[in-house]
């Protein structure tokens, strides 16, 4: 049922700037409760060129591109460690970079016509044109050559955010690509620089290391800032464990294209700015940060207050301007994952059209790194519950093993990580975190994990994490045996405790007996 009265004043009583899940999201929304809609979506290309279709970053060089490679390297990590002492006859194994970019870039095309499809099904009107503000309440773009405009009671900008690649870097832009290219590479990449820490830089050099590229990433101070220090390390050394090399204080200061089409980079000092040597790569990948894609869209001449990172500060997803709206990675503060865009801008389509009251909240909004061994985590880590309940209040449990199947195929570390002949054995790759507040009857406000399908095992205890759940109720909960998920059920040492938190024994995150 509709309970929204169309304004015949304006062309569209919604216009969306950028076709990304967000924009998407909120202006099928809108659609379904009577409103007239139009979405405005165009892909500038990168610098290298690389263009894509309807659907943002998440469809078209995010989430869906890198969680399909991240997938074919697991399965050639399977196939190089597991597969032999599980029975299986492994011949010689190589990889076709071109099948794999063909499969994916695919897939991706096969949901660019879905959403266009979505679009249509939903009565919403797609324009493939950039739209910029001619003025509070209208718009105007250039379609086959013609300047039009078009007006709307409101406006929502979805436009997302881009790569920022450092100009200060000599032949950055000339010479390297970013998220934007990776995915559509048409030749392999070869050796790879990696430059940033980020959870992009650790992802998508996660996937080159395991899918057989020398790989290397770059790390000006530490990796994934603002993510749980202890897990975020956890990450890195199974990633070093892999085969993934680490530049640790270092950055890219000039790179420079060879006669033989080969890329040689200078390294310094990320501090003092000492020279730190060079070496040549096929490919280096800037990772270092995402920028708001506002600035050509004239909000100057809709009165929308912009910060100088390009983002707009919004109460409830509403900018300065009333009419006028936000969501995603363009708005400051607010965490840049697609689901939290696709949920804040369906509930302020049905704030608008539908009649509703229910806000987005942005507390306790799970995510996972899906780094080899993926990284998971809903609420504060353990630095932000200290911060905001004191270190006296918090207590932290812990619990670090090897998940079942790889403790029974004896996975060995890369030989660069082998401290010596007999140190063959990868560490355990699982760390089970709870962070609780002890004055609130060990409420769990942190859960972390490090290890194989941490976002599966996320989403799900998310929910508890949203109830309130404590400490005591994940103890009471009967685990499913034998699984690493299974080890939150039975954590019982603390970090104040002074014990070890690192398990014995092989029965995954399980008890045997």
């Known amino acids: 049922m509709s309970f929204f009265t169309r304004n015949m004043s304006f062309a569209y009583d919604l216009i969306v700037i950028g076709g990304g899940s967000g924009g998407m999201a909120s202006a099928k929304r809108a659609a379904k409760h009577g409103a007239r809609v139009a979405l405005f979506d165009y892909v500038v290309p990168s610098p290298q060129g690389t263009k894509w279709g309807l659907g943002g970053t998440c469809v078209n060089v995010g989430c869906v591109p890198k969680k399909l490679m991240h ?12 597969a032999v002492p599980y029975g299986w006859k492994v011949g010689e194994v190589s990889h076709d970079w071109d099948k794999l970019r063909t499969t994916v870039t695919n897939h991706v095309k096969s949901l660019n016509f879905a959403y266009k499809n979505g679009l249509k099904s939903n009565q919403v009107d797609y324009i493939n044109a950039y739209a910029k503000f001619s003025s509070p309440h ?8 013609e300047v039009k405009k078009l007006s709307a009671k409101y406006f929502l900008i979805a436009v997302g955010g881009r790569p920022h690649i450092p100009t200060e870097v000599t032949g950055a832009l000339e010479h390297s690509i970013s998220s934007d290219d990776i995915f559509y590479l048409k030749k392999a990449p070869g050796k790879t620089l990696c430059v940033g820490a980020s959870y992009i830089s650790l992802e998508c050099g996660g996937f080159l290391t395991k899918l057989g590229f020398d790989t290397t990433i770059a790390v000006r101070s530490i990796p994934l800032r603002g993510f749980d220090r202890q897990c975020s390390e956890k990450v890195v050394n199974m990633m070093a464990e892999l085969g993934t090399k680490f530049l640790r204080g270092v950055v890219p200061h000039s790179i420079t294209k060879q006669d033989d089409g080969k890329l040689l980079v200078q390294f310094k000092d990320a501090n003092t700015n000492e020279d730190k040597g060079s070496d040549v790569f096929d490919t280096v990948l800037f990772a270092t940060g995402r920028n708001a894609d506002t600035k050509n869209l004239n909000l100057d001449l809709a009165g929308v207050h912009v910060l100088s990172n390009g983002k707009i500060n919004a109460t409830n997803e509403q900018t300065n301007i009333e009419h006028i709206y936000a969501v995603g990675d363009v708005l400051q503060g607010r965490p840049e994952l697609t689901p939290v ?4 801008g369906e509930l302020l389509a049905d704030r608008l059209f539908g009649n509703a009251t229910a806000l987005m909240d942005y507390d306790g909004i799970p995510t996972t790194v899906f780094t080899p061994f993926e990284y998971g985590f809903c609420g504060l880590s353990e630095e932000a519950a200290i911060a905001q309940y004191g270190e006296n209040d918090i207590e932290t449990f812990l619990f670090e093993f090897m998940t079942l199947e790889l403790a029974a195929a004896h996975r060995e570390k890369h030989p660069s990580t082998q401290a010596n002949s007999s140190d063959l054995d990868m560490s355990p790759p699982c760390l089970s975190k709870l962070v609780c507040v002890k004055s609130q009857g060990e409420r769990v406000v942190g859960f ?3 290890g194989p399908n941490a976002g599966e095992i996320t989403q799900g205890f998310a929910l508890a994490l949203r ?8 103890d009471q909960l009967v685990g499913i045996h034998p699984t690493d998920a299974e080890s939150f059920t039975s954590m019982d040492v603390t970090r104040s405790s002074g014990q070890s938190w690192v398990a014995s024994g092989l029965c995954g995150g399980g008890k045997c007996g």
Request: avoid cysteine; charge should be neutral; proline fraction near 0%.
């Open 71 to 82: 997938y074919a390297s697991l399965i050639g990590t399977a196939i190089h460690y597991d």
């Open 138 to 145: 209208e718009v105007e773009y250039v379609l086959k050559g």
């Open 341 to 344: 865009a696709i949920r804040a």
């Open 448 to 450: 972390h994990f490090v």
């Open 467 to 474: 109830l309130g759940a404590k400490k005591s109720d994940f």
